[in-house]
């Protein structure tokens, strides 16, 4: 039995993780139940999941959650320190880390510290501060796994094979709503194309991200982190079919995939039960119904975000923390329709630029360097 | 450093695997060598890799071998049976057993008693005799490790997978060069016509078993007995690329798959190499060229050899030792142009349905059957 918790229940990852909790009652228990500020459905989460704690990061919200839980014998906190404060509890097993965005970085690193086992499904802890978590995770002896289905397919080929090299990772992407248009097309996209997904189901954010190919890119700087890479080991191939999940490339030319219907369960259960699998009810792949799988290179002019963010890699330092900052004060421009979906490129790279370098940062010097890029970035969203 | 004795080493596997050794000399060192008649090629092979000792079957060329090895400190052997006891010397760590045909049964039990691990790419030693092969491996404690890229693959594909249950094996099958013919056409099959294989250098006889699919149902009684799973959870699946070498379902839903160009030299490295991998410059998969990878169900009807090696499969017992021996004799007769490709299957079927059945037979019962099945299949070729 592994005790969880669950920073970020009630987004897209942390329903799904409570779904397989759910269908595993004898091997997951609830232990923490964190949200931002979706009050009364965490409330509902609570009530069904039953948690020692749960925390809203919203305190005006409170006495509202605190109300809603009252006939239940539930620890009810609120604020920003007390998420990172739970993950702490001597109770919990592993940490999920489903928030989105750059939030999703304090409570990790205090996660490590305490020495708990990571599912991490926010991308952006990596992509911020990659080097800094790995020294972290390393110093403190904590395992990190992947919950992004790229990045567990990634380890579940790397499962067994001890210190045997990597020559390449190739990561797969389905290549988003607009794959095949152009430029002049995108210049006029509304959020509302945008955030038409053809295969998952995710938030906001990352389906703006993952349109852009922004999201490959963070993917990218995720799996340089992850599995110790350079950047130049990385490969993104376009797979409109979402059934290859990621592949490996050993040095004697072996590939490993693994494949799977898009299904953000089967990642996340295996984040949980690693190293075990657990029988599932997922659908399987019928191979001989889809018929064939695809692969091509991806249209790096039309979709400048995944080139800004390999370029980040190699620069390496605050610059990809820089990246990050800005694309999300351009993804929320472009979904309130302050800026066009192109003109998100352009504050990515002038942000880029425009942030003074610093090649290791501290954690402070990250939170310095995201509060620069953000400032930066809507100076540029209006020129 | 590894001692590699290679039976069979003028075959088609043989020379692809000093191949490897050639151009690995600081991991492998060839101590063994054995053929069945090709001295010529054996006593080139012998003066190029330097083994302590050469086997020659055909006891008949011996004089020929010693007198053409007569400046080389070689020790020279004949016989069936010195191939079977060189197996056992003390310097040996790997026996790459690559005999085609039952001929590989006998050395593998021999090895395996001895201690040695066991690189089997004689598919026939465990479509015969797998549960005697799996008895003798586990008792003696001997790793078997397969060399056929199908079975190769997903050996790779269940390394740190340690006891998590397998739902599936998806064993891919090229669908060999009459994939999509009717049976009106494979009637009038031609032994040249038939030997055309399109993506695999082979040995005639694996050719033909691989273009009538009973190569794809040896594989399948093979993997039963490599990896400890029933008949019923093994799938057959067309893929004509054959870049898929194949893939293992688990049973959370998850799919891993092993890839490759389809070179043997692969397999075999890694047989030789497990658990490390070693560099090679066999070429890379290039997915974004190949572009599409598809998938089929195989045609039953049309191949009904599939059917029956999958039926021999389910009955156990001596019946899948019945179905080699009667195939031994209908490829040989369909290339001396005495038999019609079609009229293997009517063979091999007569002779499995009346070669007396027996549940859990011994060594000496799997070799009276064998010749039991052979008789049989002979009178059964001419009418």
Redo the contacts between chains.
């Keep these: 039995m592994k005790n969880i918790a669950i920073l970020g229940s009630t987004g897209s990852i942390g329903t799904q993780a409570l779904q397989v909790i759910a269908a595993n009652p004898e091997h997951f228990r609830v232990e923490v139940l964190t949200a931002r500020h979706q009050v009364e459905l965490l409330a509902r989460q609570a009530i069904r999941f039953k948690p020692n704690m749960v925390v809203i990061a919203d305190e005006g919200k409170y006495r509202e959650l605190k109300e809603l839980l009252r006939d239940e014998y539930i620890k009810v906190y609120a604020g920003e320190d007390a998420i990172a404060q739970v993950t702490e509890t001597a109770s919990v097993d592993v940490v999920l880390v489903a928030m989105v965005g750059y939030s999703g970085l304090l409570p990790t690193t205090r996660a490590i510290r305490a020495g708990k086992t990571i599912a991490l499904a926010n991308k952006e802890t990596l992509v911020v501060a990659g080097e800094l978590i790995n020294r972290l995770a390393t110093l403190h002896r904590t395992p990190v796994l992947p919950v992004d289905s790229e990045h567990s397919a990634i380890f ?2 790397l ?4 210190d ?2 990597v020559e390449k990772l ?1 990561l797969t992407a389905s290549g988003g709503p607009f794959r095949g248009k152009d430029r002049a097309f995108l210049e006029r996209v509304t959020p509302a194309q945008a955030l038409q997904h053809p295969t998952w189901n995710m938030g906001r954010k990352v389906t703006i991200d993952s349109a852009s190919l922004m999201n490959k890119g963070f993917e990218a700087i995720e799996a340089r982190w992850l599995f110790d890479v350079s950047p130049s080991q990385i490969e993104v ?1 376009v797979h409109p079919q979402s059934i ?1 999940h990621s ?1 490996v ?13 898009p ?1 953000m369960r ?1 990642p996340i ?2 984040a949980l ?1 690693y ?6 009810d ?4 019928d ?2 119904a ?8 991806p249209d790096a002019e039309t979709f400048p975000n995944l080139s800004l963010a390999l370029e980040a890699a190699r620069r390496g330092g605050n610059c990809p923390c820089a990246l990050n900052a800005a694309n999300e004060i351009a993804v929320e421009a472009f979904l309130d329709e302050c800026l066009s979906f192109t003109g998100m490129s352009r504050v990515i790279e002038q942000t880029m630029d425009t942030v003074s370098y610093i090649a290791t940062p501290s954690l402070e010097e990250y939170i310095a360097t995201d509060k620069e890029a953000r400032r930066v970035a809507r100076e540029r969203l209006f020129n």
């Design positions: 579940q080929c499962v067994g094979e001890g045997n090299p190739i191939l290859v592949m490339q050993f040095v004697d030319g072996s590939v490993k995939a693994q494949m799977g219907t299904d089967l259960q295996y039960s190293p075990d699998r657990l029988p599932s997922i659908p399987r792949v191979f001989a889809c018929r064939s799988l695809s692969f091509e290179k």
